[in-house]
């Protein structure tokens, strides 16, 4: 069977600019204290100092959310994209791909994007990572296993054997987003993350780029701009607009090469 080429590059632009749509609470662990008796009675002791206040866990909340895709200006067709916690309490966090009309016989058909990840309501730490294109060839898909006790990630992607040690913090195509999610709920701002790329790890910077107001499908929202790059590529871009006022959900991301647009996603609908 002849397959046509484009898969993969659908595959990778997808990964690209996909978007996440997590929204997020907060939950406040209350300190615990252990006393102890003292041997000696003590002195009057100064007046105590306040408790300091608890710390608070930022945790994922399930959603489903759909977008419109675009590649160089037609309407390529449609992504989902969904949130669960499972019975272990990782997250699974994936993406479904739907192309229309013409779209269909270039681009893969049942295309998916899965990550299962773990936090602590600080970082995100992924431990399974599937990329498939929806065919029963596998030389578009990648799998991907991370084991955080001997800080290495290793599988196949492409038909090629991986086998990498990463840097604290890796993230794969997918859990990179909700790292960037789980920054802005904690009042950080993204800057810079490091994602395993196929058989690379590589390096992402985020920069702010101001803000905007956008007319969306879920009505006027305002939004904050950011843009990732690789450094050494300025030509080679990604742009997403977040919303604060929907937990910082991405509502359009838009690809861009050599100042052109490649791909644009744009949101359709929210569910939490």
């Not at 990964?15 to 615990?32: D, G, T």
């Not at 994922?60 to 019975?87: C, H, N, W």
């Amino acid at each position: 069977m002849v397959r046509l080429p484009g898969n993969a590059y659908f595959m990778r632009a997808i990964v690209v600019v996909l978007l996440a749509c997590a929204a997020v609470a907060s939950h406040a662990q209350p300190p615990v204290y252990k006393v102890v008796a003292p041997l000696v009675a003590p002195q009057a002791p100064p007046p105590a100092a306040p408790a300091a206040a608890a710390p608070t866990a930022v945790a994922l909340k399930p959603f489903t959310s759909r977008y419109k895709v675009e590649a160089f200006g037609f309407t390529a067709g449609m992504a989902d994209i969904t949130l669960t916690v499972q019975s272990d309490g990782r997250y699974q966090y994936s993406t479904a791909l739907h192309p229309r009309g013409l779209a269909r016989l270039v681009f893969p058909s049942n295309g998916t994007l899965t990550t299962l990840a773990e936090t602590d309501g600080s970082s995100v730490r992924p431990t399974r990572y599937r990329e498939e294109d929806g065919t029963a060839a596998t030389d578009d898909d990648v799998a991907l296993d991370f084991d955080w006790s001997q800080g290495i990630v290793h599988g196949t992607a492409h038909d090629e054997s991986v086998r990498l040690a990463m840097p604290p913090k890796t993230q794969d195509p997918m859990s990179i987003q909700l790292a960037v999610l789980l920054d802005f709920a904690n009042k950080r701002e993204p800057l810079r993350y490091s994602m395993v790329d196929k058989t690379k790890i590589k390096v992402y910077e985020y920069k702010s780029e101001g803000q905007a107001r956008l007319e969306t499908a879920l009505g006027p929202l305002d939004t904050v701009i950011y843009s990732s790059n690789r450094p050494g590529q300025p030509t080679r871009l990604t742009r997403v607009w977040y919303a604060p006022a929907l937990d910082y959900t991405p509502v359009r991301s838009e690809d861009i090469n050599d100042g052109k647009l490649r791909v644009r996603m744009t949101i359709l609908s929210l569910k939490r």
